[in-house]
């Protein structure tokens, strides 16, 4: 298992604003991880944060409207920009094992956009 | 590129009632295979998982064998409980497959209500 934190779990915003998500995890890893999920669906994968590099991001997704941080190896930052309602969604990260590609998951952070 | 189907919900049972949520799977190479369970306002947690093929993941009444002939990860359990409605995810890792990351891609969720 492990013990991965979020800050902040919830919040409301205002649209045009930016809110940076916190993430710290147990252990050293090279490679966190930040999902979002929109209302009833599934998780989509934002962008790979590997320390000591830029985020690598998925498809859809740009470093512009989420900036990423990796400044050692236990902790990262999201940052959603220039927020819209289709920004309201949970954000997650997580961290994987190497050995058999296990990932943990923090608690989410819940975004409301008005 | 790799991904991950789901069968449609809501499934919805009486307590006791079997269990079974499909989970079909396309990748490269031999990913290991996941389902993550979300309940009602709570994070997503590991349920079970398997590495490789004819592996049988199991946790709390649940199981899920890793068939590679037919690329299927389903998860069973033979009597739910009104405790075990949730969202259930099954998951793969690209870990040991063609970008070989170790994200994780999800399908698109199954919600479980069990009655009482």
Redesign the interface.
């Known amino acids: 298992s492990a013990v991965i934190s979020q800050k902040p779990s919830r919040d409301i915003c205002q649209r045009g604003t930016s809110l940076t998500i916190q993430c710290q995890v147990d252990s050293q890893v090279t490679m966190m991880f930040w999902y979002r999920q929109q209302p009833g669906q599934s998780l989509t994968l934002i962008a790979t944060a590997n320390q000591g590099s830029e985020a690598t991001y998925e498809s859809g997704f740009v470093i512009d409207k989420f900036p990423i941080s990796r400044p050692n190896l236990t902790f990262s930052t999201l940052t959603v920009s220039n927020m819209s309602p289709e920004d309201s969604s949970i954000y997650l990260c997580s961290k994987t094992e190497r050995q058999g590609g296990t990932q943990y998951f923090g608690p989410g952070t819940r975004l409301l956009v008005l | 590129g790799d991904s991950v189907t789901q069968m449609e919900g809501p499934v919805t049972l009486s307590e006791e009632a079997f269990l079974t949520i499909n989970c079909t799977y396309t990748a490269t190479g031999y990913?290991?295979l996941?389902w993550?369970v979300q309940y009602p306002g709570?994070?997503?947690?590991?349920l079970l998982?398997a590495?490789k093929a004819d592996d049988k993941g199991s946790n709390k009444g649940f199981e899920a064998t890793y068939r590679k002939e037919t690329t299927s990860f389903h998860l069973e359990k033979g009597s739910v409980q009104v405790s075990d409605s949730a969202v259930y995810?099954c998951a793969l890792?690209?870990?040991?497959g063609s970008s070989n990351?170790?994200?994780?891609?999800?399908?698109?969720?199954t919600t479980l209500q069990v009655k009482p």
């Open positions: 990913p290991s996941f993550y709570e994070g997503l947690q590991l998982k590495t995810f890792s690209d870990l040991g990351t170790g994200k994780l891609i999800f399908g698109q969720g």
